[in-house]
Each structure stands twice: as C-alpha cells, then as structure tokens.
C-alpha cells in the first residue's frame, strides 16, 4: 500500500477569533426630521379636514310662482265643514275610509253652502268608493288624493268652492 497518498489532517484552532463587532446602526432620521414630519403631515390633514368639514352651499331655488301654489281664496270668503264621509274602499272592499272635510267658498257667489257641501260630499263619496288601498300609500298617494278631491269639488261647484281642505282622513 505504498501507493497510497498520504492524508493531511489539519488542526482548526479551537479559539474563537475577535472580529470587530458590526458599527452601531444609524437612525434613519434624527428627532428633529421626525418631527418636522409629523407636523406636516399633521398640517396636510388639518387642511383637508377644514375642507370637507364645511357643508357644500345648496343649489339655488328656482323662484316660485305663489299663485301656482296657492289657490286663490276669494276676498269675501267663507269656511263650511262638510259631514263626515264614511265608505269602504273599492280594492280591498274590507277596508273603509273616514274623510272629515271643509270648502272655502265665495260667500257673495255662494249664497248656502250647505246645499253645495252636500253635493260635493255625494261626489266625494262616489270618488273614494272607487279608490284603492295602493292609491293612499305614502305622502304621494295623500297629496293626489288631496288634488283629486279639490278638482272634484271645484268641478262639482262651478268654481265657487276654492278649496277642500282635508281635516282628518282616517283608514282603517
């Protein structure tokens, strides 16, 4: 075995070496550049703040005509309460309807509003024997049913009835 290459162990020293140990880490930013930061940031979102803080300015209305609005009420006129309506509706037929109502009337046109209030309710009643639960629904429903009844008693009385004002309106 004389061919055989010699094998060279070589010994690791066993002491630990004194490297020097790595520099201290540098902040990335001093106190100062931190605070600087924070107050700018803090400025940027004062601002936006104050901006989205204060409501927007409405749009502007347009002018409204009042005589458009508001029904002309005669100089010389005069307030009549109906009787009571009392009917059931016509869809579903298990629900009535209580209508208390007044006329504003011209009282130099209209000599007895009695005899016209009576008119107009008999109207009133045939109309809301016709109308359905769906129809009342909501404040859209009261003010067609409001507008339904003002031209009907306006029709009904030739115009001397400016108005029905609706005092209470029951369901049930």
Do not use: C
């Not at 010994?11 to 790595?22: F, V």
């Not at 979102?45 to 609005?69: E, H, I, N, S, W």
């Not at 046109?109 to 009643?125: N, R, T, Y």
Request: aromatic content about 2%; hydrophobic content about 45%; cysteine-free.
């Amino acid at each position: 075995m004389a061919d055989e290459l010699p094998i060279v162990i070589e010994e690791i020293d066993a002491e630990p070496t004194t490297a020097a140990p790595p520099p201290p880490r540098r902040p990335i930013g001093s106190i100062k550049e931190t605070l600087a930061a924070t107050l700018v940031v803090t400025a940027i979102a004062a601002a936006m703040g104050a901006v989205f803080a204060t409501p927007p300015q409405p749009p502007p209305r347009p002018p409204a005509d009042k005589a458009a609005l508001t029904p002309e009420v005669p100089a010389a006129a005069g307030l009549f309460d109906m009787p009571p309506i009392v009917t059931n509706l016509g869809s579903p037929a298990e629900v009535w309807i209580r209508l208390e109502a007044s006329i504003v009337y011209d009282a130099k046109a209209l000599p007895h509003p009695d005899v016209m209030a009576a008119e107009i309710a008999g109207d009133e009643l045939a109309y809301l024997h016709s109308v359905s639960i769906s129809q009342l629904e909501g404040p859209i429903g009261l003010q067609n049913i409001r507008q339904d009844l003002n031209e009907r008693a306006a029709i009904r009385s030739g115009g001397k009835v400016s108005e029905l004002i609706i005092r209470t309106l029951v369901v049930q």
